[in-house]
Each structure stands twice: as C-alpha cells, then as structure tokens.
C-alpha cells in the first residue's frame, strides 16, 4: 500500500504540472519589532524505549546530511515505526490560509521545511482558493517520520504577529510519525530543503527567511526560551522570531559560528567538549563537532564519551527504559558536568542531568527510579556528528539560531540551575 500511494501522489503533481516561482521578496522595514509565540510541550505516552529509538533514527538521518528522502517509490526506514511515534513534542500553533485554520506544528530545529496535514480527518488542510497555489511536489525524510505530498504556497499567520504572504508550505497526501501533531515548523538553515521538491533542485525560503524578507521581523533569527517542567502537556517556552528577549536569560548571549565540520555543519551545528565536575575537570568528550535539535528528546553524545559518563556516574542500563538508572546515593553525590562552547563552560548540573521524576510513568518508568537523559548516539567519536543537545539541554539555556549571520548563541536562564526534576 504504501509503494502505491507514493506514484499516486506523484502522478497527481505531475497531472496538475502547475510549477510556479515563489514571488519576489517586499522591502525590508526596518522598524519592525521581534514577534514572540508560546510552545507548550506534549507526551504521547509511547514509552521511553520507544523514545530512545526514535532519537537514535533522528540521528541516522542527520548523518546522511540532509532530508531528501530516497525517492517516492522507496519506503523510508521511518515507514517502518508504529503510527504514534513521537514521544514528545514541542508543539506551536499557527494559522494557515485565507479564511485561516489553526495547525499544532512540531517545533525543529533539525529541519527546514513546513508542511500541514498529517491529521487529514481530524483537522484537514485545503489551499487557499484565493491564495493557495500548487507549486511542486515535496518528499521529506526525518528518520523518525516522512512526508510525502504537494506544496502550495498560501498565507502563514503568527500568533499576535503579522502574516507572512506567499509562504511554501507542503499539504501531506502521506505521512508517517506525526499523528500527534498537524506537521512541522521547520526552523532550522534554508540548505536542509534543497533537493526536497521533485521537479527542479530549488531551495524552500523558510519561514523564518521569509518574514525577514518581507520586513515583518528585523533580523533573519529565531531564539527559544524554556521552563523546564513536570507535568504534562506544559506551555512551557517561547519562541521569538526577529530578535531576543532580554528578560528570558542572564548575563550575556555567547555566540559561536556554525561548525565547518560535516555532517553537523548542515545542520544547527556546533563544537564543544564535556567535561565532569569543573569546566577543566576529566574530559567526557573531546572538542568535537555535533548539532542542537529540538525535534531531538534526549542528550546524545558517542558511545565511547557515553562509557566514560557512565563509568563516572556509577549508572547502570535500564531493562525497561533503555536509560542509564541511579540510586537516590548516587544523585546525591552526582557532580555537574560542563559544555565548554566557543570559550564558554555551561554547567549542566545533577537535577538537569535526570528525568523529571513526576514524569517517569508517561514515558515507561518507574515511581521513584531516578533515570539520566544522557545516552549513547549509537557511535564512536570521530564522525563529524558525535553529540546532539535535545531539548533537556535547551530547556536549561536561551537557544538563539541566527541564520543571517550563520551562528549559535546560548546564555543561561532563571531556569539553568532548577531543581524542577
């Protein structure tokens, strides 16, 4: 079935043979103010192995350097996962056409590209007649999930802020992974979407590029701001487009240039090291190269820094979870450890390194067990991708990706040293 339906969706694109340019961009304004929307974060309570295995898929396909999925007559790996595979969710809401329909869409940093419909009978997806027009036909791999369907361009409303005009999004005729959510907010470098569309090799302007462009933000950047939190289904973040929001982090931002490394360098990628107890304490992981993603659940390093952190930590794996498991002694005498990025430690200390205990049931755990969010990628050192700071890394900092000037800034919160799990 699956083999079918993707001909079908090219043979429908084909039919309809409607390519069109994207338009050309309005003039810059330069008064125009940064525009902030709130993100709450979602479970779907799938278990944690399952989230561990999704996570480890974000991966391979990360390693593969782009989200060009193999073609639209190959199933992808992520065809392969159950339905309901994405255990949690930083979910944002947009509007979408003209008249507009609210859409719950999956927050990424790991991707580019924007797309609605993987809810077709609970909340469907029908370009504008007076806006939407069918542009391409679009093909996008995620590892954990795929989409395969056409893209239109039509109007994209913000929360309280303006309306990007002309904005390619993709309608989903398939998918697989996102049954908990509309589709996706891709936020992270223009280059991920080059080679998505099947006729012609163009790039998709993001949405972010595309409201500086048309002058209804001043700076070509996106910046989050996280509460870590312990319970479900939490508005718990927000994101700013065009700018930074001074009162959500201290001291100052720290930015570093994106890794010249690939892989990571496709991606939101930078270079750090770990180290155990002081920023020059023993050394977990080497200056190396690796990504920020919050699609990303866990923190990730290679399987040899993984050892070393677990030797360190006294943890042991998990059978039911996957995690590494502590007792209550070894939390107590657990030491900080420190991400040294761009000639910046930033201390990732002992409660930010667990689980929040209050959550242990809705991803597979057990009352009272005491689980850290850092686990193994799945391969050694010395791959061009060795870590992935997922969202319990960036809940505990403010996370700025700003494409115009190709860097990565973080700065500590309020929130940096919570005992909130």
């Known amino acids: 079935m699956l083999a079918g339906l993707r001909p079908a969706s090219l043979a429908l694109a084909l039919a309809l043979s409607l390519v069109t340019d994207c338009g050309s961009a ?10 902030t929307l709130p993100f709450a974060r979602q479970f779907n309570e799938t278990g944690v192995t399952k989230l561990l295995e999704i996570d480890r898929a974000r991966v391979k396909s990360f390693k593969k350097g782009s989200r060009v999925a193999p073609n639209l007559f190959q199933a992808s790996d992520a065809a392969n996962l159950p339905a309901t595979n994405q255990a949690v969710d930083y979910v944002a809401t947009v ?14 940093t790991g991707s580019s590209n924007t797309w609605v419909g993987s809810r077709p009978l609970v909340n469907p997806f029908l370009p504008s007649l007076s806006t939407g027009l069918l542009q391409n036909v679009v093909n ?34 398939l998918s697989g992974g996102f049954s908990d959510v ?34 209804l933000i001043p700076q070509r950047l996106v910046s989050f701001s996280f509460e870590p939190t312990s319970t479900l289904d939490n508005t718990n973040g927000e994101l700013t487009f065009g700018g930074t929001d001074p009162s959500k982090f201290i001291g100052d931002l720290h930015f570093v240039p994106i890794t010249s490394t690939a892989p990571a360098s496709q991606f939101v990628g930078i270079d750090q090291s770990i180290t155990f107890g002081s920023p020059t304490g023993q050394t977990i992981l080497g200056t190396t190269s690796g990504i920020t993603d919050t699609g990303t659940t866990l923190l990730l390093i290679a399987s040899d820094a993984f050892a070393t952190y677990q030797t360190l930590t006294g943890g042991v794996l998990d059978s039911a979870t996957g995690l590494l498991k502590i007792t209550p002694d070894q939390f107590a005498n ?33 009352p009272g ?53």
């Open 26 to 35: 309005l003039h810059v304004r330069h008064d125009a103010s940064p525009v």
């Open 334 to 366: 657990l030491k900080s450890i420190f991400f040294n990025i761009g000639g910046t430690s930033f201390e990732f200390t002992p409660n930010a390194q667990i689980w929040p205990r209050a959550l242990n049931s809705a991803i597979g755990g057990t």
């Open 95 to 108: 509007t979408i056409g003209n008249p507009g329909r609210n859409f719950s869409l999956l927050i990424d």
């Open 182 to 215: 509309d589709g996706i907010l891709g936020l992270g470098p223009v280059g991920l979407t080059c080679g998505t569309l099947l006729l012609g090799d163009s790039c998709i302007p993001t949405v972010t590029d595309n409201a500086f462009s048309q002058g």
């Open 140 to 173: 996008v791999e995620y590892g954990s999930g795929f989409v395969t369907g056409v893209e239109v361009t039509d109007r994209l409303t913000l929360p309280n802020g303006p309306t990007i005009e002309g904005q390619s999004i993709g309608t989903a005729l």
């Open 369 to 421: 067990n005491i689980y850290l969010v850092i686990n193994d990628i799945g391969s050694p050192s010395g791959s061009g991708l060795d870590f992935i700071d997922g969202m319990t890394f960036l809940e505990r900092f403010y996370y700025v990706f700003d494409s115009g000037n190709n860097r990565v800034g973080f700065a500590n919160t309020p929130f940096t040293h919570a005992t909130t799990n």
